[in-house]
């Protein structure tokens, strides 16, 4: 059974930066890509990073290319979002969510387990 569970979220202000994490266990984390979203309030959950079963290659959301990174440690089964520069825009609950294939995928079906969400809230 798939199991994953995000930490790192909480309050800062605009401009700074925060790490939010997610440790998968109960399949075999190495061979399928991973990918963050978001869901703000009142709004629909959106896609915000993907990287592939192998680290080597990533895709971001516009909105936050050039200042989230996404990054995976396969020894640890963990996945990470980098969050810099941040605007009260990226608030919300970050999930994070393994993804059936291997390959870098913004799409949402393409993901079949979820944690269950920290939340980042971004003050101005």
């Known amino acids: 059974q798939v199991q994953l569970s995000e930490s790192g979220g909480g309050l800062v202000q605009a401009g700074d930066s925060l790490r939010v994490s997610c440790a998968a266990s109960?399949?075999?984390?190495?061979?399928?890509?991973m990918g963050w979203f978001r869901q703000a309030p009142g709004q629909e959950r959106e896609w915000v990073a993907s990287?592939?079963?192998?680290?080597?290659?990533?895709g971001y959301a516009d909105s936050v290319k050039g200042r989230f990174t996404i990054s995976r440690d396969n020894a640890k089964n963990t996945v990470f979002l980098q969050m810099n520069s941040l605007k009260p825009e990226d608030t919300g609950v970050y999930y994070c969510?393994?993804?059936?294939?291997?390959?870098?995928?913004?799409?949402?079906?393409?993901?079949?387990?979820w944690g269950q969400g920290t939340q980042v809230t971004v003050s101005s």
């Open positions: 969510a393994a993804s059936r294939i291997p390959k870098v995928t913004p799409v949402r079906s393409n993901f079949g387990s």
């Open positions: 109960g399949y075999h984390f190495s061979s399928y890509g």
């Open positions: 990287i592939d079963f192998s680290g080597r290659q990533t």
